[in-house]
């Protein structure tokens, strides 16, 4: 639901008061019968009880709330300021009634009039009532304001969070590709330098469209086919590679940038072996509802030898997913086949984003 922007929700604020306050106090005109002989002088005495409902509303709305209720060590002022307010008042009101009504003529014989107090009590209590209204909608008011404060907080919390994690990220994905091309330069310069121009590509990608909370998908996509371009030249013939993007032409799906590109990595990483036959599948789909990047790759686990990489891409990935997508996503990963295969998928839904 769209959010009403501060001004917006005073002036809807003010009018609502203004039209419920311009019915109440032109109840008692508008109870009038047509045929009703009654100087206009006793409507206008009707109206001393609706404007002392307005007179007690906003002396609770616009002082007793802010100045009494709402700080500390003062709430017991409040009670006692409404008792004063309420009580006078409501003396006033029987006084007035009493010399409205002194210069008219006495009831009929045999009507018992019902004593003073119970019109005091009535009007003590209907006083009371309109102090009740105006804490509740300062209250409410005041709930709606801490909560939207809550949200800024968290929002901003999760957007510094983030920046951190992407900061961490950026060095951390350089550092594994440019360890390849360091490798490349040992056996095949052409290809080292067929990698730092793929790299350079990357690089235009991670500094610029990084910085923003979602790219279109399409982009992503981009970024992903040239990452897997700059892997294919270092791999050796006994490597299978297959990378497939079932995503619309030019998809403007927003989704978080290098969201899958650790999975990836881990996957160039762990799926291939300098000895044995291996292979990576990439996917990258969507549809109305669901973005998926599922990849599987066969499974050389590290050894304890291998000191290279330290996990922190996936353990970003986790985090990431949980504070971009939070109850909107699952990841599933598993050994297949025995544990010759290993298989990462994350599922992403878009439909309530």
């Known amino acids: 639901m769209k959010q009403l922007s501060p001004t917006n929700r005073r002036w809807l604020e003010t009018f609502i008061h203004l039209i419920s306050w311009t019915l109440v106090l032109a109840s008692p005109l508008l109870m009038k019968q047509p045929n009703d002989d009654q100087p206009y002088l006793h409507y206008w005495f009707d109206m001393l009880v609706p404007l002392s409902l307005l007179a007690v509303f906003y002396l609770n709305y616009g002082y007793y709330i802010p100045r009494l209720l709402f700080v500390e060590n003062r709430r017991w002022h409040f009670l006692l300021a409404n008792a004063a307010t309420i009580i006078g008042i409501a003396l006033a009101l029987r006084y007035a009634s009493h010399l409205h009504f002194a210069g008219i003529r006495p009831p009929a014989r045999g009507f018992v009039h019902p004593p003073q107090y119970v019109f005091f009590i009535r009007d003590v209590t209907s006083l009371v009532f309109a102090a009740c209204i105006s804490v509740a909608i300062r209250l409410s008011r005041r709930l709606q304001e801490s909560e939207t404060a809550r949200r800024e907080a968290v929002k901003s919390r999760t957007e510094a969070e983030l920046k951190n994690l992407r900061s961490q990220l950026n060095p951390h994905f350089l550092l594994n590709t440019l360890n390849n091309i360091y490798a490349l330069i040992a056996f095949d310069t052409d290809k080292a330098q067929e990698a730092v121009q793929e790299l350079s ?24 086919r040239n990452y897997i371009e700059l892997m294919r030249i270092r791999l050796s013939a006994h490597v299978r590679l297959t990378a497939r993007f079932d995503i619309q032409p030019n998809s403007q799906t927003p989704v978080a940038p290098l969201l899958f ?74 050994l297949e086949d025995g544990g010759q295969t290993y298989v990462s998928a994350i599922f992403i839904d878009i439909l309530h984003q």
């Open 201 to 224: 590509k990357l690089l235009r990608y991670v500094l610029y469209d990084n910085q923003q909370v979602f790219v279109p998908l399409s982009k992503e996509a981009d970024f992903i």
């Open 261 to 334: 590109i650790s999975l990836i990595e881990n996957a160039f990483k762990h799926g291939i072996s300098p000895t044995e036959d291996s292979f990576i599948d990439i996917l990258l789909s969507e549809d109305p509802s669901t973005i998926c990047c599922r990849i599987a790759n066969s499974n050389h686990p590290k050894t304890h030898t291998d000191k290279s990489g330290s996990g922190i891409g996936l353990e970003q990935v986790a985090k990431r997913l949980e504070l971009v997508y939070p109850g909107r996503y699952r990841w599933e990963h598993r």
